[in-house]
């Protein structure tokens, strides 16, 4: 059965935030598409720690390059999550087969991104007058599980998507 949507990291950078946010996609079971190059090698201990025992079961794919993303995981629909955005997470309308998108954690996005994906760029709101940014393996917590709740919303009895919850 193919995942609702997917997360992508674009050049992440930390082996933590990547480990976290892969036991993240392993709970919700959606795939995480990491786009070279890495900060780290996959086997690096801190992405294993960071995951936990989850990793083996992790949906993952490697690419090197965002073109041979996009023709390897043909996503449906790109959103965008940057600090960089003018629309709210909020105001976006999930679908399956979406993708979220996520830059790494010191440049954000690759630069071309913000023109070329412009309509497609959200952020996540930042009330607190100090915040800069939002660490990344929260940023995608924060955007996974509101596509989710988007896309499970109302399907309780009919689970289109073939999410399942464990109790």
Known sequence: MKAAF???LV????????????RLCVGL??????IKPLGFALDDRSVARAGLDYWPHLDVALHDTWDEYLRAANPRRLHFLSTHGEKSL???????????????????????????????????????ENARSINL????????YECYRQLTENTA??????FTEQT
């Open 11 to 22: 050049r992440p950078q930390i082996p933590h935030n990547t480990g976290a946010i892969g």
């Open 90 to 128: 909020y105001d976006c309308r999930f679908e399956p087969g979406d993708a979220l998108v996520f830059g790494n954690e010191s440049s954000g996005l690759p630069k071309d991104f913000y023109t070329r994906y412009a309509k497609s760029l959200f952020r996540i709101p930042m009330p607190g």
């Open 6 to 8: 997917s997360i992508v």
């Open 137 to 144: 393996a929260n940023a995608v917590s924060i955007a996974a």
């Open 29 to 34: 079971g959606v795939s995480l598409q990491l």
């Open 157 to 162: 009895t009919t689970n289109p998507l073939g």
